[in-house]
């Protein structure tokens, strides 16, 4: 008897995961997301795919070839476990059977619901079960264990994985610099002991700058916003929750208004509903929120979720005219399609534009034209205020100590090869599709 895993995608890449753990009873996949780029690490973009058959997705190599994971004759594989609510984590799940158990956090699956209803996203999940942070669960012969992540996505874990006598473990995407850098501490002074393998994620290897922390970021933020009487405009991702919080923060601190569109006040009030946290949402006990009722998030909530959802936030809307208006006192979140509405804006030339996303995305389609409107057309002063979603080196590092494992085997990286040079242990580099006995 034996514990084998198979890497079907993220051993020489970043993003894209989908991991097979099986013994000779069960087979469980943790992750089945969509790659971010090509082979020759070009852009991937599935709008070029979304006509194949899944045969014709399997055969090109951009489905995994697995014995009873779509609709076939086969016998389903006994489960599937999601780490968090990255679509290089999920972004295939559509293609699988619907009589495979589904393992997810509550929040992270309702995170999915939502980026159904706002973007072109269509993965449901039906009838998932959650699991919760140090609740051990059983799939045939497999234990796991999730552990909450520091991440940029809410609801992230990773995973102690038991079962013919060795334990896995399995980072998924974390960071240490976080407003949830509780958990890795938590993780490293009180680890899970006798790890044989660790898989760990390695986005940042390569890059030698030191994230700054979230707490950094707010700092940066808040000097920004007391100086000057100009509007700010946060460009940021829209589930970065951990962001929206140091925006909150800033604000408070400085005594500004935050605008959140309707999309963003859904999401942060579904949030708190869900795991009763205190996260910052409109209400009565943050006065400071104000809710701008953007033309298409609106008319998605109406027809996907009904008007009683809109009319929740009504206490708390803010119009154009009154952004216009108070502009030097407004922090707004924003992205591209509310361009539109910033058009009708008077009194907003000349404000101050934070990037805060990858720079990566800033030369792309519509983000491109986006900041090139404000910057060039309205004048506007432009800031990169961001950090990494992945931990750098030294976090790498304070868990290879703390979890002590065997081994380590590379994944989500481009650079597996300077994991030998990085740390003292010994690293066991698979490639996609290669069947390894621990």
Known sequence: MSLKIKIHRCTNEIGGNCIEVRTKKTQIIFDFGMPLVNPDKTEFNFNKYKTLSNNELIKQKILPDIKGFYKDKHKPINAIVISHPHLDHYGFMGFIRDDIPVFIGEAANELIKISNIFTPSDVILENP???????????GDIKITPYLNDHSAFDAYSFLIEGEGKRIFYSGDFRGHGRKEFFF????????????????????IGRTKKNKTEKAIELELSNLFKNGDKINLVYQAGQNIDRIVSVFKACQ???????LDVYLAYVVSKLVEITGSNLPFPSKNFPNIRVFFSSYASKQIVESLGKEVLYKFQPYKITKDEVDRNFKNIVM???PSLNIHLKGLKNIDGGNLIYSLWEGYKDKGSTKLFIENLINNRKF??????????ADVPTMKKMIKGLNPGKII?????NKNMYQKLFNNSIVKLDDGVTFVC
Request: glycine residues 6%.
């Open 185 to 204: 501490n938590e993780l490293i002074e009180s680890p899970p002991k006798n790890i044989d393998y660790l898989m760990m994620e390695g986005t940042n």
């Open 410 to 414: 590379p994944i989500h990286t481009f």
């Open 333 to 335: 979140v924003v992205r």
């Open 253 to 259: 601190s400085t005594g500004k208004i935050l605008v």
């Open 381 to 390: 002063n432009y800031y990169y205020i961001h950090t990494s979603g992945h």
């Open 129 to 139: 079960l959650y699991y919760q942070h140090k609740k051990t669960f059983v799939v």
